[in-house]
């Protein structure tokens, strides 16, 4: 997940990856005699490129790992195994240049391609059926005209029987996809509509904030809840002061959706570092504007157990005093101030302040360690931080078994993130070396 990242996909393409399929293009146009693909207005295909960056086709459509803009190749686990996303350039070979309109805003809409097979909803259609008709027009022809074709074919996705009979899907589809498109609620303002619009439809947030059922479907009712993005956690960010990101204000949740960061509360990593160097940062200020008006007024959902808002836990430690004199051995809590003292203190210090700009943040009153899971200080150990904003990148060293600088075991990392939510965090969550193998495997 957190691998070195493309920016965002508007490379320029190399001068004879766009040669090579124009001249084939235009042979064929010769010999069969069809006219050349319509020319659409500069201004339809600069709406569409916009609307690619809020939709985040870029996130899954272009290999982090120096993939061509759009040619696909990101694999996108899943419990089921790994589906590979599609390459769509508009290569008529690889890609869907062959696509006419109808056909894609039927990909978009209802997971169905111009073969007639149907897609997994790893391809987030059932957000995208909200898309108006004149967005789905204006992504088409941003594709079909702005993006360099290229004709290499992604890996294909095996999932085991009977998940790799795509017309399953027709079940799923008739349980879960609703297939109509977005509706304004005229009792609403203009910005809290526009949020409702690219937060359901565009940014298709609940993705990953809305739990999923057995089927893999969103759980209705439970809209923004919070649910695992493997080995990560989305959490909940309905309105709600404590279970919610209710205890922050309007401008704060601005900030962290156009930066990743807002301090002391939270950062960005994850899947959330990939949409907001990928997309968010990207969006107009009205829209991150209109995005969190809507958030506001979403119904708030708590979980029971729940007691204090996440960013609302932990203090600077007395570091001095908790490795003093004592146990020292793996699994203690001071085993756990020594391992920090050796990996962690030198960016986020010995008290777990951070830095005072916060390059390095704060640890306590930070809604990581607070959180009442700890899926997301066990993957940032493991993965570390790796973000794109404002020009500027972000990152944080991995100390999974890819790490360039201290690789760490299952044990040493539980025994870390347990010092750290009882110093710093939340004191009722304990991290077994077993959750940390889980969190290793990524699923
Ligand atoms: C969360 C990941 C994700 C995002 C975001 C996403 N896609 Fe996809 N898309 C996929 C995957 C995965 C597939 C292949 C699914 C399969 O094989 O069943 C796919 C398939 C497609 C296809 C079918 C092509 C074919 O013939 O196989 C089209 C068209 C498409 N996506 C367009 C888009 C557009 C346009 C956007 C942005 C508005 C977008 N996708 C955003 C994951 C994504
Ligand atoms: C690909 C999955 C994914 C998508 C899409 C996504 N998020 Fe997130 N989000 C996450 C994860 C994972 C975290 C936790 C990140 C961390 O703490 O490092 C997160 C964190 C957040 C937080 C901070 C919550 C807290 O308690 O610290 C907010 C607010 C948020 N997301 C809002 C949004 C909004 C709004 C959208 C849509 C515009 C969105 N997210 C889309 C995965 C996602
Ligand atoms: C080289 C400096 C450096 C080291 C060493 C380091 N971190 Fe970080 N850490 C960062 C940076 C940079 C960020 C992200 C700041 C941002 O997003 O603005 C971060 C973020 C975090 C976060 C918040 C992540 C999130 O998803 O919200 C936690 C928790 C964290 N670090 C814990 C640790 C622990 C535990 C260790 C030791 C195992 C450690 N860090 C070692 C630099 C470091």
Redesign the pocket.
């Known amino acids: 997940m957190a691998g070195p990242r493309a920016s965002s996909g508007f490379r320029r393409p190399r001068f004879w990856r766009r040669l090579v399929p124009a001249a084939a293009l235009w042979l064929l146009g010769f010999s069969v005699g069809v006219h050349a693909a319509p020319a659409y207005p500069e201004e339809t295909v600069r709406r569409g490129q916009y609307l690619a960056v809020a939709g985040?086709c870029t996130?899954c459509h272009t290999n982090p790992r120096g993939g061509a803009p759009f040619a696909g190749g990101y694999g996108i686990v899943s419990p089921l195994g790994t589906i590979w996303s599609s390459n769509i350039t508009p290569s008529r070979a690889a890609g869907i240049g062959a696509y006419t309109e109808s056909q894609f805003t039927q990909a978009l809409r209802e997971g169905i391609r111009a073969d007639g097979t149907h897609l997994y909803p790893a391809m987030p259609y059932p957000a995208y059926t909200g898309l108006s008709d004149e967005d789905v027009h204006a992504l088409f022809a941003y594709f079909q005209q702005a993006v360099a074709p290229v004709d290499t074919r992604p890996p294909k996705t095996r999932l085991p029987f009977p998940f790799n009979l795509r017309v399953s899907m027709v079940v799923w589809n008739a349980l879960f996809l609703r297939n109509t498109r977005f509706e304004a609620d005229p009792s609403k303002s203009a910005a809290w509509n526009r949020g409702a619009y690219?937060?359901t439809a565009l940014?298709?947030?609940g993705?990953?904030?809305t739990p999923r059922n057995l089927l893999m479907a969103e759980k209705s009712g439970r809209a923004f809840a919070g649910g695992p993005?493997k080995p990560?956690?989305?959490?909940?960010?309905t309105p709600d002061p404590i279970s919610g990101?209710g205890g922050?204000s309007h401008q704060e949740?601005v900030q962290?959706?156009k930066t990743g960061a807002v301090s002391p509360?939270?950062?960005?990593?994850?899947?959330?570092?990939?949409?907001v160097s990928d997309s968010?940062q990207y969006l107009h200020p009205e829209d991150v504007d209109a995005?969190v008006t809507y958030?506001e007024t979403i119904p708030p959902i708590r979980a029971d157990t729940d007691t204090r808002a996440?960013?609302d836990f932990g203090g600077p430690a007395d570091f001095e005093t908790s490795v003093r004199g004592v146990d020292t051995g793996q699994g203690s809590l001071a085993g756990g101030a020594a391992l920090y003292s050796g990996n962690c203190a030198s960016c986020h210090q010995p008290a777990g302040t951070g830095t005072k700009d916060q390059t390095f943040p704060v640890l306590f009153h930070n809604?990581?360690t607070g959180?009442s899971q700890a899926d997301?200080l066990i993957s940032?150990i493991l993965h570390g931080?790796d973000r794109d904003a404002d020009g500027h990148r972000v990152f944080m060293p991995r100390f999974g078994e890819e790490s360039y600088i201290q690789p760490l075991t299952d044990e040493q990392i539980s025994t870390i993130s347990n010092y750290v939510l009882q110093t710093f965090g939340n004191p009722n969550v304990l991290v077994s070396t077993k959750d940390v193998a889980t969190a290793r495997k990524g699923h």
């Not at 990560?232 to 960010?237: E, F, G, V």
């Not at 509360?265 to 949409?275: D, R, V």
Request: aromatic share 12%; glycine share 6%.
């Open positions: 985040d996130g690219v937060v940014e298709h947030c993705d990953c904030h993005v990560w956690y989305a959490p909940n960010i990101i922050w949740i962290y959706l509360k939270s950062q960005a990593a994850g899947g959330m570092a990939e949409a968010l995005i958030l996440a960013f809604t990581v959180a997301n940032t931080v």
